[in-house]
């Protein structure tokens, strides 16, 4: 039997809806079945059968139980289908769907809304993208302005000069910015040995350079070193010729403070010549002299200690390297005692070369020294 075509038929299922049929099967399309009351008069005409049941679909209306697509029975004679025009069909006959003549599914308000979901969604989209535009411009702009803006720095200033300036034997009380450094200009008129030092509050942990005309530092302190309460306090000892130096102070972890820098002349130094030499310096103290030597020289230097005493020898070339011994080699010339210092260098650039000779442990000094300068 020929099954039939696709529409709208009552529900096997439920009673009270009516079911799309696609002409094999049963959709998942239903609409509730329509409650209609035709017009006196009409019956005939519109199909409904002689009783005009409101709720219709019975056996009155044209539609056998047989009928039914899906029914064991089949397709009767009594179910309607296959009649001549004018026989009962249900409201909306099969291919036309009932009520608003749309299908069920475009009535389902689940439908419609994700139709509205799909819109918001792309609004949505569109929207953000709009944002992203506009931050990613504003970076753009700003990184231009960053560049052309040449006065921008990338770190704290450090001021390289100040006007300052620190005298020998005197004391000077500077500010140190936080994050920075404060310089003093130091002017040294006599070779000697001096003494720079810093004094500060408790929770203060200043920190002392001393720089050479050229930028190089010949001197360093942090703790120790000095005579004050604050035990973060430093100080150092150095010999220094006639010139101008840099004295740079900083703060250790970075916060501002108030420092006072003092420096002192313990010892003048001699001007010397070739030859041999007493040498005598108190306990914390070191004997200190000045020999002037050409480019390109050859300097020895031998210090032989009395009773034996255990002596340093600390030299500084004219341009500001440094030479050290304390206790001479097997390769040195013989003496008396080891512990008897020797040095043996060449000067490249000729100038003042300062000798300082001292006790080892801050131990008085007493004895003698050879100074051969060979051209």
Do not use: C, K
């Amino acid at each position: 039997m020929t099954a039939p075509a696709s529409g709208w038929y009552p529900d096997p299922e439920q009673q009270d809806q009516l079911r799309y049929w696609d002409g094999q099967q049963w959709t998942p399309h239903r609409t509730p079945m329509p409650h209609r009351t035709p017009p006196s008069g009409h019956a005939q005409a519109a199909g409904l059968g002689q009783s005009r049941q409101p709720t219709g679909y019975g056996q009155a209306a044209g539609y056998g139980q047989p009928a039914v697509p899906g029914q064991p029975s089949g397709y009767s004679s009594h179910s309607g289908y296959g009649q001549q025009p004018g026989h009962s069909q249900p409201p909306g006959h099969p291919g036309q769907p009932p009520h608003d003549q749309r299908p069920p599914w475009e009535q389902q308000p689940a439908q419609r809304s994700s139709g509205r979901g799909l819109i918001i969604g792309l609004g949505l989209g569109i929207g953000l993208f709009l944002v992203l535009v506009v931050v990613l411009v504003v970076v753009i702009v700003s990184r231009i302005g960053a560049d052309e803006d040449t006065t921008t720095t990338t770190g704290p200033e450090r001021p390289q000069e100040n006007p300052e300036t620190l005298s020998v034997d005197d004391s000077v009380t500077v500010h140190v910015p936080d994050d920075a450094e404060t310089r003093l200009q130091l002017s040294v008129e006599e070779a000697g040995l001096y003494h720079v030092a810093t004094q500060s509050e408790q929770g203060t942990d200043p920190v002392l350079a001393l720089q050479d005309a050229d930028g190089t530092e010949i001197a360093f302190a942090d703790d120790g070193g000095t005579d004050s309460p604050n035990v973060m306090d430093g100080g150092f000892e150095t010999a220094l010729v006639p010139g101008e130096y840099d004295v740079v102070v900083t703060e250790f972890s970075g916060d501002p403070a108030e420092v006072t820098v003092t420096t002192e002349q313990i010892a003048v130094a001699e001007q010397l010549e070739d030859g041999e030499h007493t040498v005598e310096a108190a306990a914390d103290a070191a004997w200190l002299a000045t020999v002037d030597v050409p480019d390109g020289a050859r300097v020895v230097l031998d210090v032989r200690g009395d009773d034996g005493a255990d002596l340093v020898l600390d030299v500084v070339l004219p341009d500001g390297s440094e030479e050290r011994n304390d206790d001479r080699s097997v390769r040195d010339p013989e003496s008396d005692s080891v512990l008897d210092p020797y040095l043996e260098f060449d000067v490249d650039e000729g100038g003042v070369l300062t000798i300082m000779v001292s006790g080892s442990g801050s131990g008085a000094a007493s004895g003698t020294i050879s100074i051969e300068v060979e051209d």
